[in-house]
């Protein structure tokens, strides 16, 4: 892994990225996922909000269903967005992966730092947003949030028809591993040139970045930053919301 160590940098514009291009399958049929509601609002204006939160944001780039680029615009001049922010709507690719790169083509050269940001995280606290970009204003070309895996984990060989029995291979040591979430923060320029040349479908920003060969570090994630793909992850959302809105006024 190289040194790729850079001086503190305070008050560097930052931007996020959010690609909300996905349809999520596997909440079911119905709307796209970051467009299902909570508490009636849908969770893509929860994730703007969340985002926007941080003073350090001033520009949130949204990637639409190239054909509901129209449909979001709408839908951000429907609810109250944080005035200090700019937003922008521009459509989505085929994949995560090209949605984030169109996003970033998006961006303004002003902006030397990034977030990535999933729409179906709604409910990241401003702590955990404002971590993320302080770790890159101090050096690192790559963060993510990450919390310690509670379950013991177990490394399988994958069964030909799901369901069947699968052999267990290893008992990874939890200690060494984190479950990541988002928002992930990187330096512009490092990003960008991930996206020129990672051609692999991976699963997360930041893994693209490893394979640069640069190192990316983790500061501590957050429970309520969970991401929504699951019916019950829409009822256990509501739930935090509803405990916001009692003891926080949120």
């Known amino acids: 892994m190289s040194d790729d160590s850079r001086p503190a940098r ?7 990225v959010i690609p909300a291009a996905g349809r999520g399958v596997r909440l079911g049929p119905g709307a796209p996922k970051a467009l299902r509601t909570l ?5 893509l204006i929860h994730a703007l909000r969340a985002m926007a939160a941080s003073r ?3 520009l949130v780039v949204v990637v639409a269903p190239p054909d509901g680029v129209a ?3 709408s839908l951000l001049d429907a609810y109250a967005l944080p005035e200090r922010s700019d937003f922008l709507v521009v459509p989505g690719g085929d994949s995560r992966q090209e949605s984030v790169r169109r996003g970033l083509d998006a961006l303004p050269p002003q902006y030397e730092i990034v977030l990535v940001h999933d729409a179906a995280r709604p409910l990241v606290p401003v702590e955990t947003v404002d971590a993320v970009i302080e770790a890159v204003r101090e050096g690192a070309p790559a963060v993510v949030p990450a919390l310690p895996l509670a379950d013991t984990v177990k490394e399988v060989e994958p ?3 799901p369901g069947e029995p699968e052999p267990v291979l290893a008992t990874p040591d939890r200690s060494r591993l984190r479950a990541v979430q988002t928002p992930q923060g990187f330096d512009r320029a490092t990003l960008v040139r991930a996206h020129e040349t990672v051609t692999d479908n991976v699963t997360d920003d930041a893994s693209m970045v490893e394979q640069l060969g640069l190192p990316v570090v983790a500061v501590p994630g957050h429970a309520e930053a969970f991401k929504v793909t699951r019916p019950l992850d829409l009822v256990l959302a509501e739930a935090v919301l509803a405990r916001r809105r009692l003891t926080d006024g949120f």
């Open 56 to 58: 350090a944001v001033s």
């Open 39 to 43: 508490h009636g609002t849908p969770m």
């Open 71 to 73: 449909e979001v615009k």
């Open 10 to 16: 305070t008050g560097v514009p930052t931007a996020v």
């Open 159 to 161: 069964a030909g028809v």
